[in-house]
């Protein structure tokens, strides 16, 4: 499957990348973003790409290894960018780009059970240290399970999928995504899968965040942002369900009062009806972008905004 980039064009037109910055795209995966913000830095530029999963590391770094200019690609979380930046002795970032979406490459044959549409081990991991789902599956308890689902998949059946999932257990191992799968789908009262999305969606949803850390991972870099992005320098965040959009529109806001942040889309920014129908994977996808830092000197709330004539949307 071919992955195909959300919101390039906007991202592009929210980070504004100039020949010889230095950029950070702090979730790698197909690459797709960070070639095109490699592309408007130049020869004198330098990105930094950064991705848990060994195979987007990996790949980029044979997909660029004849490009000029300065490329470092990091295997980590996007939540240890201080960290990264500190060892590599580089200064704060003139932008950040963060993706929370898996590409289709991760979800589509990865061995590792991110699809319910392939029958594979149950693990949902990208860091292969972290514990398996199947794994979470038998030890944590019903409530452990149901509240899991609920908080991060916000399914309004949690507590008959995990007593669903705990049932099944008694009986045989849950080891393989169509194992889960099919659990899901016993639990589900009548009609209720004949709706827009797969009734398994959001339970595996949950359970990969929950498994990867992906929220705590997502507010830690958030929160510091002005220990990665230099005063005038800009943020943007792609996110493709509510729990993750409403984290980063609320840290936005208390950045945004604190006088650390500046919005530069007020309002979310949605894919238009060509994207969607181009890319049906897009249609949750969410932009939301912001200015980092205060102007030296000035007051908490004398915000620093870099270029505004060219960043600020005025159809949104």
């Known amino acids: 499957m071919i992955h195909v980039d959300v919101h390039k064009e906007e991202v592009m037109k929210a980070l504004d990348p100039k020949p010889g910055e230095f950029f950070i795209d702090g979730t790698l995966g197909g690459g797709g973003h960070a070639s095109a913000l490699f592309e408007r830095l130049g020869d004198g530029g330098t990105l930094l790409a950064v991705d848990a999963d060994a195979d987007a590391v990996e790949a980029f770094k044979v997909k660029t290894k004849n490009e000029k200019g300065k490329?470092?690609?990091?295997?980590?979380?996007?939540?240890?960018?201080?960290?990264?930046?500190?060892?590599?002795?580089?200064?704060?970032?003139?932008?950040?780009?963060?993706?929370?979406?898996?590409?289709?490459?991760?979800l589509a044959g990865s061995g590792r059970g991110f699809s319910f549409q392939v029958n594979e081990p149950l693990l949902m991991t990208l860091n292969p240290e972290e514990t398996p789902v199947m794994a979470i599956?038998?030890?944590?308890?019903?409530?452990?399970?149901?509240?899991?689902i609920k908080k991060y998949g916000e399914e309004r059946y949690a507590d008959r999928i995990a007593g669903a999932i705990k049932d099944t257990?008694?009986?045989?191992?849950?080891?393989?995504?169509?194992?889960?799968?099919?659990?899901?789908?016993?639990?589900?009262?009548?009609?209720?899968?004949?709706?827009?999305?797969?009734?398994?969606?959001?339970?595996?949803?949950a359970l990969r965040i929950y498994a990867?850390?992906?929220?705590?991972n997502l507010e830690s870099a958030l929160r510091n942002l002005p220990d990665i992005i230099s005063a005038g320098g800009r943020v943007a965040v792609i996110a493709f369900h509510s729990g993750?959009?409403?984290?980063?529109?609320?840290?936005?806001?208390?950045?945004?009062?604190?006088g650390t942040l500046t919005l530069i889309n007020k309002k979310v920014i949605v894919p238009e009806r060509g994207e969607i129908?181009?890319?049906?994977?897009?249609?949750?996808?969410?932009?939301?972008?912001?200015?980092?830092?205060?102007?030296?000197?000035?007051a908490p709330g004398d915000a620093f905004v870099a270029r505004p004539a060219s960043i600020f949307y005025s159809r949104y």
Do not use: C
């Open 71 to 106: 490329i470092i690609v990091s295997r980590e979380n996007f939540r240890n960018i201080p960290e990264i930046l500190k060892r590599e002795k580089s200064p704060k970032a003139d932008g950040l780009l963060l993706d929370l979406g898996l590409s289709s490459d991760e």
């Open 137 to 148: 599956l038998r030890t944590h308890s019903e409530e452990q399970l149901a509240n899991i």
């Open 169 to 205: 257990l008694r009986r045989k191992p849950i080891e393989t995504t169509f194992d889960l799968r099919d659990a899901v789908l016993r639990a589900m009262p009548h009609g209720a899968a004949r709706g827009k999305i797969h009734p398994a969606t959001r339970t595996f949803m």
């Open 212 to 216: 990867n850390h992906e929220y705590e």
């Open 244 to 258: 993750e959009d409403r984290m980063v529109k609320n840290v936005f806001r208390d950045m945004a009062k604190a």
């Open 277 to 298: 129908l181009a890319n049906p994977r897009s249609h949750s996808a969410k932009l939301r972008a912001a200015v980092v830092g205060v102007k030296q000197g000035g």
